[in-house]
């Protein structure tokens, strides 16, 4: 089945405590993406990729790292979160991000953080 | 830098009604996307508007943008139960690098009462 993977779903966890919150798509998609929604903001992008070892800032990439060392993953790293960082995390994927572009982006679940 | 709006963002209606939901960008685009999101649920792909004067239609619901006016509509016709939601255009806007950045709306909470 085609999905998009986001572990953990929920996290709990104290100021400082650095985490990461895995993503990974088997859609051999090339372009992935992080977001956070907060009530009322919408969803805001964190940071994307094109492909592997492409990553560029979306609207709100402080306090927050990625990587993309394969294809198929996508973690968010937050270093030292802090509880502005509460939020509803959700990873996406799609075909292509660019000219090429124009699919649709697939969500994975979303991510629960509460940072204390 | 990009800004997107929705309008209303809660509506309440009645079963049967027809109502429009709106979406307005500040630059230029003709990239649009719908997504509808279930109560503590993800994203789903509602609709892909690339041009200006696209329609698509699906069931109840027919989306469409006019990228000279910078607006996008959703609209609902004869409304059931089961449409309630949160719905929420996003925008595309291509960076230096050649990579699409989405940018969404606020979300309109949609109840359909019976």
């Known amino acids: 089945e085609a999905q998009v993977t986001q572990n953990p779903r929920y996290l709990i966890t104290v100021t400082g405590k650095k985490l990461t919150v895995t993503c990974s798509q088997n859609?051999?998609?090339?372009?992935m993406s992080w977001y956070r929604q907060d009530p009322g903001l919408g969803l805001r992008q964190i940071y994307y990729?094109?492909?592997?070892?492409?990553?560029d800032k979306g609207d709100v990439p402080e306090g927050y790292k990625v990587s993309r060392k394969e294809k198929r993953n996508f973690p968010l790293i937050l270093e030292s979160p802090s509880p502005n960082q509460t939020s509803l995390y959700f990873c996406?994927?799609?075909?292509?991000?660019?000219?090429?572009?124009?699919?649709?982006?697939?969500f994975g679940d979303g991510t629960r953080l509460s940072i204390l | 830098e990009l800004k997107v709006e929705q309008n209303p963002l809660f509506l309440s209606m009645q079963e049967g009604k027809n109502y429009t939901i709106y979406c307005n960008y500040s630059?230029?685009?003709?990239?649009l996307y719908w997504y509808r999101q279930d109560p503590g649920k993800s994203l789903e792909s509602l609709f892909v508007l690339l041009s200006n004067g696209a329609v698509k239609q699906e069931g109840r619901l027919m989306a469409s943008l006019d990228t000279k006016a910078r607006l996008s509509t959703l609209h609902i016709t004869a409304a059931v139960h089961d449409l309630s939601a949160t719905y929420f255009c996003?925008?595309?806007?291509?960076?230096?690098?050649?990579?699409?950045?989405?940018?969404f709306g606020t979300g309109t909470r949609l109840t359909i009462i019976p």
């Open positions: 996003a925008v595309g806007s291509i960076s230096n690098f050649g990579n699409e950045k989405l940018t």
């Open positions: 996406a994927s799609s075909l292509w991000g660019g000219p090429r572009g124009n699919q649709p982006q697939h």
């Open positions: 630059t230029t685009s003709d990239r």
């Open positions: 990729s094109m492909n592997v070892e492409v990553t």
């Open positions: 859609m051999n998609h090339e372009y």
